[in-house]
């Protein structure tokens, strides 16, 4: 019998971390440059640097949760003593520094890694709790799919109301207005968290005979060293797929995200309509997941990450061709909707076809590092995510930009491009990636059946 109460439970966890999340997702690269004074370049590299962090981080803390023994579990403690601190450190980040460039540019990217690092600690337990919910492929598929919804709601409330409360609590300054508004989402985000790290339920796959502590080690991992469970990982060809499918497709999805800001500003020439598309693509999470999900079912996680890749892309294509700075608004909204819908098909599958490669790579070879190895997903998203802020940072240099001036039309047909052409290539190559994913839901009904039957020989033994 599915537990709905669990489902919502776990959902609403996302939906304060994407407050977090989609706040620096959204605004970061523009609070760098056009509240702090950064240079594109400048902002860019301070993403760049804290995602070499992430690389030494989220490995390191798939190890700790594998290695995690608690009355709570192994991932639930990390949620409900990790989210305040989270939560302070992404207040601090916002809270801007009166002075000379070199201290903004050393301020900003050492309050950028401690917001880093205490994300890390609560998001890798997060995402990888899914593949504690459930052992079955189709429930993790409509647990993703409340989840997406959760994903969903917060980012509509940061795209929607995210700008009018940085002016609202600004009052024409932009910098207490951010500080303020991260102030209240940051508060939200605790509150979501233990919501989750104290009202789910960490389940096992015990067979007869193991103790609570060989289910725990067999489960995340915690029996390999770093290096085998990286080898492990490495060899699973199903796990290094995904991983570089995420990678492809969050690079070019956070290019669209900031680049959208810059657009409304300088191209469009109204900011406060960006939040009307950006709103549109999160409406689109709230109602898209249900139908990729009920696609899952029947035709499998690899055929909806596909179809939302080609989706997201000719959507945005369409776009370029109507002209987009003559678009009337609602046709613009229209378009980042049919957007959003196919990018809602990448974000609620992407880590639950991730718990299916760790169980397809435990199936061939008989281990299971399941944390690192969705501390290796994290990583490749988040790092994918500052390389595409990086990326934009710099090219918004090359053509030109200059913060709060106006745009000539070379550095406006340069933001097009951006928010265009790099996304739609980026998610065309991730569908070519994952198409050649194996597990289909057949085979991870059988492969799930034949683990359970090994475990409950070895157990007899």
């Not at 509509?156 to 609590?169: D, H, I, K, N, W």
């Not at 490669?357 to 590092?369: C, L």
């Not at 597990?439 to 034949?450: F, I, K």
Request: hydrophobic share 50%.
């Amino acid at each position: 019998m599915p537990d709905y109460g669990q489902r919502v439970r776990y959902g609403v966890g996302i939906g304060g971390l994407w407050l977090v999340f989609m706040t620096t997702a959204f605004y970061l690269l523009y609070y760098y440059t056009d509240v702090l004074g950064l240079s594109g370049r400048t902002a860019g590299t301070i993403l760049l640097i804290a995602t070499l962090w992430d690389a030494v981080t989220d490995p390191l803390m798939g190890l700790l949760i594998s290695r995690t023994k608690s009355r709570w579990g192994a991932y639930r403690p990390y949620l409900i003593f990790g989210a305040a601190p989270m939560a302070a450190s992404f207040i601090l980040v916002f809270s801007g520094l009166e002075a000379g460039n070199g201290q903004i540019f050393l301020f900003a990217l050492l309050s950028q890694i401690l917001f880093r690092t205490l994300f890390t600690i609560v998001y890798i337990p997060y995402t990888a709790l899914i593949a504690r919910l459930s052992p079955d492929a189709n429930e993790r598929a409509s647990i993703a799919s409340v989840k997406a919804f959760f994903t969903s709601l917060g980012a509509l409330t940061v795209s929607f109301y995210g700008l009018p409360l940085v002016a609202r609590f600004g009052a024409g300054n932009d910098s207490t207005g951010f500080l303020l508004t991260a102030s209240l989402f940051g508060a939200i985000s605790v509150l979501t968290l233990m919501t989750t790290g104290l009202g789910v339920r960490e389940t096992t796959t015990a067979a007869r005979g193991q103790s609570a502590t060989d289910v725990e080690m067999n489960n995340t991992g915690g029996d390999l060293s770093l290096a085998q469970s990286l080898h492990a990982l490495i060899s699973n060809r199903a796990f290094m797929l995904v991983f570089f499918g995420v990678i492809l497709f969050t690079g070019c999805y956070t290019v669209f995200n900031k680049a959208t800001v810059y657009f409304f500003q300088y191209d469009y020439g109204d900011r406060d309509a960006a939040r009307y598309a950006l709103a549109a693509v999160s409406i689109a999470g709230l109602i898209s997941p249900f139908f990729w999900a009920w696609v899952t079912h029947y035709r499998g996680k690899r055929f909806v990450w596909i179809s939302g890749c080609i989706l997201a892309a000719v959507s945005l294509l369409l776009l370029y061709a109507l002209n987009m700075p003559e678009l009337p608004l609602p046709v613009i909204t229209g378009c980042y909707f049919a957007t959003g819908c196919g990018i809602q098909a990448f974000l609620m599958t992407f880590y639950t076809i991730t718990a299916d490669a760790i169980d397809y790579g435990e199936w061939q070879r008989g281990t299971r590092p399941e944390a690192i190895g969705f501390g290796l997903l994290s990583f490749a998203n988040k790092a994918s995510l500052a390389i595409g802020g990086f990326v934009l940072g710099w090219f918004l240099d090359e053509i030109g930009y200059v913060a709060g001036r106006e745009q000539p039309a070379a550095v406006l047909e340069g933001i097009r491009g951006l928010l265009i052409f790099g996304p739609v290539a980026g998610f065309l190559a991730s569908a070519a990636v994952i198409s050649r994913f194996p597990v289909t839901n057949a085979l991870h009904a059988t492969l799930v059946s034949e683990l359970r039957k090994k475990k409950l020989t070895s157990a007899s033994l």
